[in-house]
Protein backbone atom coordinates (compact mmCIF):
# COMPACT_ATOMS: atom_id res chain seq x y z
CA UNK A 1 0.00 0.00 0.00
CA UNK A 2 1.35 3.48 -1.09
CA UNK A 3 1.98 5.87 1.02
CA UNK A 4 -0.13 9.05 1.99
CA UNK A 5 0.73 12.63 0.52
CA UNK A 6 1.96 14.58 2.90
CA UNK A 7 -1.01 17.25 3.93
CA UNK A 8 -0.77 20.77 3.42
CA UNK A 9 0.27 22.59 6.72
CA UNK A 10 -2.95 24.90 8.04
CA UNK A 11 -2.30 28.69 7.48
CA UNK A 12 -1.55 30.43 9.94
CA UNK A 13 -4.43 33.47 11.35
CA UNK A 14 -4.07 36.89 9.76
CA UNK A 15 -5.93 39.05 11.61
CA UNK A 16 -6.53 42.39 9.85
CA UNK A 17 -9.42 43.10 12.13
CA UNK A 18 -7.46 43.46 15.03
CA UNK A 19 -7.38 47.26 15.74
CA UNK A 20 -4.32 46.76 18.73
CA UNK A 21 -1.06 48.17 18.19
CA UNK A 22 1.95 45.12 17.69
CA UNK A 23 3.61 43.98 21.25
CA UNK A 24 6.88 45.35 19.61
CA UNK A 25 5.80 48.89 19.23
CA UNK A 26 4.75 49.38 23.13
CA UNK A 27 6.75 51.93 24.45
CA UNK A 28 8.17 49.76 27.76
CA UNK A 29 11.54 51.75 27.69
CA UNK A 30 9.58 55.15 27.73
CA UNK A 31 7.75 53.46 30.88
CA UNK A 32 10.50 51.77 32.31
CA UNK A 33 12.51 54.91 32.96
CA UNK A 34 9.40 56.88 33.98
CA UNK A 35 8.78 54.06 36.58
CA UNK A 36 12.12 54.77 37.98
CA UNK A 37 12.20 58.11 37.64
CA UNK A 38 9.16 57.70 40.02
CA UNK A 39 9.53 54.95 42.13
CA UNK A 40 12.99 55.34 43.35
CA UNK A 41 12.10 59.03 44.81
CA UNK A 42 10.99 59.08 47.50
CA UNK A 43 9.01 62.16 47.37
CA UNK A 44 7.74 61.08 44.03
CA UNK A 45 6.78 57.77 45.31
CA UNK A 46 4.80 58.88 48.08
CA UNK A 47 2.44 61.01 45.51
CA UNK A 48 2.35 58.50 43.17
CA UNK A 49 0.89 56.02 45.68
CA UNK A 50 -1.32 58.11 47.37
CA UNK A 51 -5.18 58.02 46.06
CA UNK A 52 -4.09 61.42 44.20
CA UNK A 53 -6.47 63.98 43.36
CA UNK A 54 -9.66 63.44 42.10
CA UNK A 55 -9.30 65.22 38.43
CA UNK A 56 -5.69 63.85 37.70
CA UNK A 57 -1.91 64.15 38.57
CA UNK A 58 -1.31 67.83 38.03
CA UNK A 59 2.30 67.43 36.29
CA UNK A 60 0.90 65.43 34.05
CA UNK A 61 -2.59 67.73 33.22
CA UNK A 62 0.27 70.60 32.78
CA UNK A 63 2.71 68.21 30.39
CA UNK A 64 -0.94 67.20 28.47
CA UNK A 65 -1.86 70.70 28.15
CA UNK A 66 1.62 71.93 26.64
CA UNK A 67 1.83 68.67 24.38
CA UNK A 68 -1.41 68.99 23.14
CA UNK A 69 -0.78 72.68 22.20
CA UNK A 70 2.20 71.93 19.45
CA UNK A 71 -0.19 68.75 18.64
CA UNK A 72 -3.06 71.03 17.30
CA UNK A 73 -1.61 74.58 17.58
CA UNK A 74 -5.67 75.85 18.82
CA UNK A 75 -6.87 79.11 17.15
CA UNK A 76 -7.47 79.80 20.42
CA UNK A 77 -4.14 79.99 21.75
CA UNK A 78 -2.50 77.24 24.21
CA UNK A 79 -4.46 74.74 25.90
CA UNK A 80 -5.09 74.95 29.50
CA UNK A 81 -4.47 72.52 32.11
CA UNK A 82 -8.32 74.06 33.60
CA UNK A 83 -10.31 71.61 31.34
CA UNK A 84 -7.78 68.73 31.34
CA UNK A 85 -8.80 65.83 33.73
CA UNK A 86 -7.11 62.20 34.11
CA UNK A 87 -8.85 59.28 32.95
CA UNK A 88 -8.60 55.47 32.69
CA UNK A 89 -8.86 55.36 28.74
CA UNK A 90 -11.20 56.48 26.33
CA UNK A 91 -13.93 53.53 26.85
CA UNK A 92 -13.54 54.31 30.80
CA UNK A 93 -14.14 58.13 30.75
CA UNK A 94 -17.06 57.69 28.34
CA UNK A 95 -18.81 55.30 31.27
CA UNK A 96 -17.58 58.19 33.44
CA UNK A 97 -19.25 61.23 30.96
CA UNK A 98 -22.48 58.98 30.59
CA UNK A 99 -22.46 58.69 34.84
CA UNK A 100 -22.28 62.38 35.73
CA UNK A 101 -23.97 64.65 32.50
CA UNK A 102 -26.65 61.92 31.15
CA UNK A 103 -30.04 60.96 32.88
CA UNK A 104 -31.78 58.21 31.81
CA UNK A 105 -35.25 59.65 31.47
CA UNK A 106 -34.52 62.83 30.38
CA UNK A 107 -31.66 62.82 27.98
CA UNK A 108 -33.20 61.69 25.11
CA UNK A 109 -31.27 60.25 22.73
CA UNK A 110 -27.89 58.99 22.04
CA UNK A 111 -26.88 59.87 17.91
CA UNK A 112 -23.85 57.45 16.97
CA UNK A 113 -22.66 58.13 13.73
CA UNK A 114 -22.74 55.00 11.65
CA UNK A 115 -20.78 52.67 10.99
CA UNK A 116 -19.59 53.34 14.63
CA UNK A 117 -17.65 51.78 16.81
CA UNK A 118 -19.77 49.36 17.85
CA UNK A 119 -18.13 48.36 21.36
CA UNK A 120 -19.40 52.14 22.69
CA UNK A 121 -23.11 51.17 22.47
CA UNK A 122 -22.44 48.58 25.23
CA UNK A 123 -21.30 51.65 27.50
CA UNK A 124 -24.53 53.64 26.48
CA UNK A 125 -26.59 51.01 27.61
CA UNK A 126 -25.11 50.00 31.37
CA UNK A 127 -25.28 53.73 31.44
CA UNK A 128 -29.32 53.31 31.54
CA UNK A 129 -29.66 54.39 27.76
CA UNK A 130 -31.25 51.20 25.94
CA UNK A 131 -33.24 51.58 23.20
CA UNK A 132 -32.18 55.31 23.23
CA UNK A 133 -29.10 54.70 19.85
CA UNK A 134 -29.31 56.07 16.89
CA UNK A 135 -27.55 55.90 14.10
CA UNK A 136 -26.91 59.06 11.61
CA UNK A 137 -25.16 58.08 8.25
CA UNK A 138 -22.00 59.15 7.17
CA UNK A 139 -21.85 61.22 3.82
CA UNK A 140 -18.99 62.57 1.83
CA UNK A 141 -18.80 65.39 4.27
CA UNK A 142 -18.05 62.64 7.20
CA UNK A 143 -21.71 63.32 8.53
CA UNK A 144 -25.18 63.67 7.10
CA UNK A 145 -25.82 67.06 9.50
CA UNK A 146 -29.29 67.60 7.30
CA UNK A 147 -30.27 63.78 8.73
CA UNK A 148 -28.99 64.81 12.29
CA UNK A 149 -30.88 67.98 12.65
CA UNK A 150 -34.05 66.27 11.14
CA UNK A 151 -33.45 63.47 14.40
CA UNK A 152 -32.98 66.23 16.79
CA UNK A 153 -35.80 68.22 15.66
CA UNK A 154 -38.45 65.69 16.09
CA UNK A 155 -36.86 64.17 19.28
CA UNK A 156 -37.09 67.38 20.86
CA UNK A 157 -40.69 68.12 19.65
CA UNK A 158 -41.56 64.74 20.87
CA UNK A 159 -40.34 64.96 24.13
CA UNK A 160 -41.90 68.79 25.06
CA UNK A 161 -45.56 67.45 23.64
CA UNK A 162 -44.89 64.32 25.77
CA UNK A 163 -44.02 66.21 29.07
CA UNK A 164 -46.82 68.67 28.54
CA UNK A 165 -49.42 66.03 28.00
CA UNK A 166 -48.42 64.45 30.94
CA UNK A 167 -47.89 67.70 32.82
CA UNK A 168 -44.69 66.65 34.24
CA UNK A 169 -41.97 69.63 34.27
CA UNK A 170 -38.96 68.71 31.83
CA UNK A 171 -36.72 68.50 33.69
CA UNK A 172 -33.45 65.93 35.01
CA UNK A 173 -35.74 63.32 37.76
CA UNK A 174 -33.07 60.67 38.48
CA UNK A 175 -30.44 63.05 38.74
CA UNK A 176 -31.00 66.58 39.85
CA UNK A 177 -30.05 69.10 42.17
CA UNK A 178 -26.55 70.27 43.70
CA UNK A 179 -25.00 67.07 42.82
CA UNK A 180 -25.64 67.00 39.31
CA UNK A 181 -25.44 70.67 38.23
CA UNK A 182 -25.55 69.85 34.29
CA UNK A 183 -27.70 67.10 32.46
CA UNK A 184 -27.37 67.19 28.87
CA UNK A 185 -30.55 66.54 26.41
CA UNK A 186 -28.46 64.47 23.85
CA UNK A 187 -25.15 62.88 23.31
CA UNK A 188 -23.45 62.65 20.44
CA UNK A 189 -20.93 60.30 19.33
CA UNK A 190 -18.09 60.45 17.00
CA UNK A 191 -14.90 60.08 15.86
CA UNK A 192 -14.35 62.87 13.48
CA UNK A 193 -10.50 62.23 12.46
CA UNK A 194 -9.26 58.68 10.71
CA UNK A 195 -12.72 57.15 12.25
CA UNK A 196 -12.82 54.09 13.37
CA UNK A 197 -14.61 52.27 11.25
CA UNK A 198 -14.45 54.00 7.73
CA UNK A 199 -10.97 56.14 8.50
CA UNK A 200 -13.26 58.93 7.60
CA UNK A 201 -12.21 62.74 8.53
CA UNK A 202 -14.72 65.32 9.34
CA UNK A 203 -14.15 68.57 6.73
CA UNK A 204 -13.77 71.92 9.05
CA UNK A 205 -17.41 72.98 7.32
CA UNK A 206 -18.71 70.01 8.90
CA UNK A 207 -17.24 70.47 12.48
CA UNK A 208 -18.44 73.71 12.26
CA UNK A 209 -21.78 72.94 11.52
CA UNK A 210 -22.05 69.80 13.82
CA UNK A 211 -20.74 72.35 17.15
CA UNK A 212 -23.99 74.43 16.05
CA UNK A 213 -26.13 72.05 16.04
CA UNK A 214 -24.96 70.11 19.37
CA UNK A 215 -25.64 74.40 20.61
CA UNK A 216 -28.96 74.65 19.85
CA UNK A 217 -30.50 71.10 20.91
CA UNK A 218 -28.33 70.89 24.44
CA UNK A 219 -26.39 68.05 22.91
CA UNK A 220 -22.38 67.00 24.57
CA UNK A 221 -20.95 66.06 21.54
CA UNK A 222 -17.67 63.12 22.71
CA UNK A 223 -15.38 62.83 20.23
CA UNK A 224 -12.85 59.86 20.30
CA UNK A 225 -9.54 62.06 19.41
CA UNK A 226 -7.43 58.83 19.71
CA UNK A 227 -5.56 58.62 16.16
CA UNK A 228 -5.25 62.17 15.40
CA UNK A 229 -1.23 61.61 16.54
CA UNK A 230 -0.24 59.43 13.36
CA UNK A 231 -0.53 60.84 10.01
CA UNK A 232 1.30 61.21 6.96
CA UNK A 233 0.97 62.00 3.63
CA UNK A 234 -1.09 59.68 1.49
CA UNK A 235 1.57 59.60 -1.50
CA UNK A 236 4.98 57.20 -0.77
CA UNK A 237 7.44 60.08 -2.21
CA UNK A 238 5.46 63.08 -0.82
CA UNK A 239 7.48 64.51 2.29
CA UNK A 240 6.61 64.39 5.62
CA UNK A 241 6.17 67.12 8.29
CA UNK A 242 6.40 65.93 11.49
CA UNK A 243 5.50 68.82 12.92
CA UNK A 244 2.00 69.55 10.72
CA UNK A 245 -0.95 70.37 13.10
CA UNK A 246 -3.23 67.47 13.22
CA UNK A 247 -7.08 68.08 12.22
CA UNK A 248 -8.63 70.87 14.27
CA UNK A 249 -10.75 68.74 17.28
CA UNK A 250 -14.13 69.27 18.11
CA UNK A 251 -13.53 70.80 21.21
CA UNK A 252 -11.29 73.48 20.21
CA UNK A 253 -13.32 74.34 17.12
CA UNK A 254 -15.70 75.05 20.16
CA UNK A 255 -13.94 77.31 21.62
CA UNK A 256 -13.07 79.27 18.92
CA UNK A 257 -17.01 79.68 17.62
CA UNK A 258 -18.88 82.77 19.32
CA UNK A 259 -20.94 81.99 21.78
CA UNK A 260 -18.75 78.97 23.83
CA UNK A 261 -20.49 78.17 26.88
CA UNK A 262 -19.76 77.68 30.53
CA UNK A 263 -20.41 73.78 30.41
CA UNK A 264 -19.36 73.45 26.48
CA UNK A 265 -20.82 71.13 23.64
CA UNK A 266 -17.76 69.43 23.14
CA UNK A 267 -15.66 66.78 25.07
CA UNK A 268 -12.30 65.37 23.69
CA UNK A 269 -11.71 62.16 24.94
CA UNK A 270 -8.02 60.88 24.47
CA UNK A 271 -6.12 57.97 24.77
CA UNK A 272 -2.25 56.78 25.32
CA UNK A 273 -3.96 52.82 24.46
CA UNK A 274 -2.78 53.38 20.87
CA UNK A 275 0.73 55.35 21.68
CA UNK A 276 2.26 53.38 24.71
CA UNK A 277 -0.03 50.24 24.61
CA UNK A 278 -3.75 49.22 25.67
CA UNK A 279 -2.66 48.01 28.67
CA UNK A 280 -1.20 51.59 30.29
CA UNK A 281 -5.09 53.11 30.91
CA UNK A 282 -3.96 56.25 30.65
CA UNK A 283 -6.33 58.95 29.13
CA UNK A 284 -7.74 62.77 29.31
CA UNK A 285 -10.85 64.45 29.14
CA UNK A 286 -10.59 68.28 27.48
CA UNK A 287 -13.32 70.07 27.66
CA UNK A 288 -14.73 73.32 29.50
CA UNK A 289 -13.63 73.71 32.79
CA UNK A 290 -16.75 73.64 34.10
CA UNK A 291 -17.61 70.24 32.89
CA UNK A 292 -13.49 68.94 33.67
CA UNK A 293 -14.44 69.67 37.34
CA UNK A 294 -17.76 68.24 37.64
CA UNK A 295 -16.11 64.81 35.62
CA UNK A 296 -13.43 64.95 38.33
CA UNK A 297 -16.53 64.09 41.11
CA UNK A 298 -18.04 61.40 39.77
CA UNK A 299 -18.42 58.82 42.27
CA UNK A 300 -16.19 56.27 41.78
CA UNK A 301 -13.19 59.30 41.48
CA UNK A 302 -14.72 61.21 44.68
CA UNK A 303 -14.15 57.44 46.50
CA UNK A 304 -10.69 56.40 44.92
CA UNK A 305 -9.00 59.02 43.37
CA UNK A 306 -8.32 59.87 39.80
CA UNK A 307 -8.00 56.47 38.28
CA UNK A 308 -4.55 55.07 36.50
CA UNK A 309 -2.90 57.27 39.14
CA UNK A 310 0.63 55.82 39.68
CA UNK A 311 0.63 54.69 35.66
CA UNK A 312 0.08 58.78 34.92
CA UNK A 313 3.06 59.62 36.65
CA UNK A 314 4.60 57.69 34.65
CA UNK A 315 3.31 58.94 31.49
CA UNK A 316 4.39 62.61 32.78
CA UNK A 317 7.71 62.15 32.40
CA UNK A 318 7.71 60.16 29.26
CA UNK A 319 6.15 63.51 28.30
CA UNK A 320 8.36 66.18 30.05
CA UNK A 321 11.33 64.06 28.89
CA UNK A 322 10.38 64.08 24.99
CA UNK A 323 10.14 60.66 24.94
CA UNK A 324 6.53 60.11 24.27
CA UNK A 325 7.52 63.12 21.45
CA UNK A 326 9.98 61.37 19.53
CA UNK A 327 8.58 57.79 20.38
CA UNK A 328 5.47 59.20 17.93
CA UNK A 329 7.87 60.70 15.93
CA UNK A 330 10.83 58.40 15.09
CA UNK A 331 9.05 55.26 15.66
CA UNK A 332 5.31 54.82 15.29
CA UNK A 333 4.73 57.21 12.46
CA UNK A 334 7.38 55.41 10.39
CA UNK A 335 6.20 51.67 11.12
CA UNK A 336 2.46 52.40 10.24
CA UNK A 337 3.19 54.83 7.13
CA UNK A 338 5.17 51.78 5.78
CA UNK A 339 2.64 49.38 6.49
CA UNK A 340 -0.42 51.82 5.21
CA UNK A 341 1.74 52.41 1.89
CA UNK A 342 1.94 48.41 2.05
CA UNK A 343 -2.11 47.72 2.76
CA UNK A 344 -3.18 50.08 0.08
CA UNK A 345 -0.44 49.49 -2.39
CA UNK A 346 -1.40 45.50 -2.12
CA UNK A 347 -5.27 46.97 -2.54
CA UNK A 348 -4.61 49.17 -5.60
CA UNK A 349 -3.10 46.32 -7.35
CA UNK A 350 -4.88 43.08 -6.18
CA UNK A 351 -8.48 44.31 -4.97
CA UNK A 352 -9.13 47.25 -6.59
CA UNK A 353 -9.02 45.28 -10.31
CA UNK A 354 -11.82 43.14 -8.91
CA UNK A 355 -14.03 45.68 -8.41
CA UNK A 356 -12.97 46.78 -4.82
CA UNK A 357 -13.19 50.32 -3.93
CA UNK A 358 -11.92 52.53 -1.44
CA UNK A 359 -14.14 54.54 0.86
CA UNK A 360 -11.99 56.78 2.99
CA UNK A 361 -13.06 60.58 2.04
CA UNK A 362 -9.47 63.54 1.58
CA UNK A 363 -10.93 66.40 3.38
CA UNK A 364 -7.89 68.96 2.23
CA UNK A 365 -9.83 71.76 3.93
CA UNK A 366 -8.08 70.58 7.49
CA UNK A 367 -5.28 68.78 6.65
CA UNK A 368 -2.88 67.90 3.44
CA UNK A 369 -1.90 64.84 5.42
CA UNK A 370 -4.93 62.46 4.90
CA UNK A 371 -3.45 59.12 5.42
CA UNK A 372 -3.02 58.18 9.45
CA UNK A 373 -5.16 56.16 11.95
CA UNK A 374 -5.06 52.54 12.38
CA UNK A 375 -7.61 51.51 9.12
CA UNK A 376 -8.69 51.80 6.06
CA UNK A 377 -12.45 50.70 4.54
CA UNK A 378 -13.09 49.16 1.14
CA UNK A 379 -16.63 48.41 -0.58
CA UNK A 380 -16.82 45.61 -2.04
CA UNK A 381 -18.33 44.73 -5.56
CA UNK A 382 -22.12 44.44 -5.72
CA UNK A 383 -21.65 40.85 -8.12
CA UNK A 384 -20.87 38.96 -4.44
CA UNK A 385 -22.63 38.39 -1.14
CA UNK A 386 -22.80 41.01 1.73
CA UNK A 387 -19.23 41.36 3.40
CA UNK A 388 -20.60 39.02 6.17
CA UNK A 389 -20.50 36.24 3.94
CA UNK A 390 -17.15 36.98 2.68
CA UNK A 391 -15.85 37.73 6.02
CA UNK A 392 -16.57 34.25 7.07
CA UNK A 393 -15.53 32.49 3.71
CA UNK A 394 -12.31 33.84 4.13
CA UNK A 395 -11.72 33.13 7.54
CA UNK A 396 -13.03 29.50 7.13
CA UNK A 397 -11.03 28.72 3.49
CA UNK A 398 -8.05 31.50 3.81
CA UNK A 399 -7.41 32.08 7.98
CA UNK A 400 -8.19 35.69 7.22
CA UNK A 401 -9.89 37.89 9.68
CA UNK A 402 -11.37 40.94 8.89
CA UNK A 403 -14.17 43.25 10.09
CA UNK A 404 -17.29 43.82 8.12
CA UNK A 405 -20.19 45.69 8.13
CA UNK A 406 -23.26 44.13 10.00
CA UNK A 407 -20.52 44.67 13.36
CA UNK A 408 -20.54 48.56 12.94
CA UNK A 409 -24.32 48.85 13.31
CA UNK A 410 -26.01 51.18 15.86
CA UNK A 411 -27.41 48.41 18.70
CA UNK A 412 -31.23 48.67 18.78
CA UNK A 413 -31.42 50.88 16.38
CA UNK A 414 -33.64 48.96 13.49
CA UNK A 415 -33.14 51.82 10.31
CA UNK A 416 -29.21 51.70 10.75
CA UNK A 417 -29.43 47.66 10.25
CA UNK A 418 -31.81 48.64 7.15
CA UNK A 419 -29.51 51.62 6.21
CA UNK A 420 -26.71 49.20 6.12
CA UNK A 421 -28.63 46.46 3.82
CA UNK A 422 -30.14 48.87 1.69
CA UNK A 423 -28.58 49.37 -2.02
CA UNK A 424 -24.95 51.00 -1.47
CA UNK A 425 -25.23 50.55 2.71
CA UNK A 426 -22.31 49.51 4.46
CA UNK A 427 -23.29 46.24 4.55
CA UNK A 428 -20.95 45.57 1.75
CA UNK A 429 -18.30 47.01 3.20
CA UNK A 430 -15.34 46.05 5.22
CA UNK A 431 -12.87 47.38 7.21
CA UNK A 432 -8.90 46.54 7.64
CA UNK A 433 -6.33 47.16 9.98
CA UNK A 434 -2.76 48.00 9.29
CA UNK A 435 -1.58 48.32 13.34
CA UNK A 436 -1.32 44.49 14.59
CA UNK A 437 0.57 42.59 11.50
CA UNK A 438 3.93 43.15 9.73
CA UNK A 439 3.86 44.45 6.06
CA UNK A 440 4.70 41.02 5.12
CA UNK A 441 1.77 39.90 6.40
CA UNK A 442 -0.59 42.44 5.67
CA UNK A 443 0.57 42.19 2.28
CA UNK A 444 -0.36 38.26 2.15
CA UNK A 445 -3.43 39.34 4.27
CA UNK A 446 -4.79 41.23 1.09
CA UNK A 447 -3.62 38.35 -1.12
CA UNK A 448 -5.43 36.20 0.81
CA UNK A 449 -9.23 38.63 1.00
CA UNK A 450 -8.37 38.64 -3.26
CA UNK A 451 -8.10 35.30 -3.36
CA UNK A 452 -11.61 34.92 -1.16
CA UNK A 453 -13.32 37.59 -3.27
CA UNK A 454 -12.12 35.45 -6.82
CA UNK A 455 -13.68 32.04 -4.89
CA UNK A 456 -16.85 33.69 -3.64
CA UNK A 457 -17.25 35.09 -6.66
CA UNK A 458 -16.71 31.56 -8.76
CA UNK A 459 -19.17 30.06 -6.67
CA UNK A 460 -21.82 32.44 -7.00
CA UNK A 461 -21.68 32.44 -10.71
CA UNK A 462 -21.81 28.48 -10.52
CA UNK A 463 -25.20 28.99 -8.61
CA UNK A 464 -24.26 27.91 -5.15
CA UNK A 465 -25.54 29.25 -2.20
CA UNK A 466 -22.52 30.73 -0.30
CA UNK A 467 -24.25 32.20 2.30
CA UNK A 468 -26.12 29.27 3.33
CA UNK A 469 -22.94 27.23 3.88
CA UNK A 470 -21.67 29.54 6.29
CA UNK A 471 -22.16 30.64 9.38
CA UNK A 472 -21.00 34.09 11.40
CA UNK A 473 -21.76 36.09 14.38
CA UNK A 474 -22.60 39.64 14.03
CA UNK A 475 -20.79 40.39 17.27
Known sequence: MGSMPPSTPAKSLINLQLGWPSPRLFARDGLLKGAGDILTSDKET????????????????TSLAEWLTTVYSPKTGPVSQDGIAITNGASGNLANVL?????????????????????????????GLQRKLRGVPENAEGLDIDFLRRALEATETAAVA????????????????????????????CVPTFANPSGKTFPMQTREKLVSLAREYDALVVSDDVYDFLHWPEDPKAPHDPNAAAPPRLVDVDRAMPGYRK?????????????????????????????????????????????????????????????MQDFIRSTLVPTYRARYYVLMGAIKELLVPLGVTVEVNKPTDVTSEIGGGFFTYLRLPDDIPAAKTVAAFALKEYALRIAFGHMFTVTGDADSLARAEADGGFSRCVRLCWAWHEEGEIREGVERLAAAVRDVRDRVARGEDVGSQLSIGIR
Not at 46 to 61: F, K, N, S, T
Open 99 to 127: QRFTDPLYTRKVFMVEPTYFLACPIFEDN
Open 46 to 61: AAALIYGPHIGHPPLR
Open 263 to 323: WGNTLSNGSFSKLIGPGVRVGWADCAPALARELAEVGSSSSGGAPSHLTSTFVDKMLRSNY
Open 162 to 189: AAKSSGRSDEPTVKNGATYPKIYKYVIY
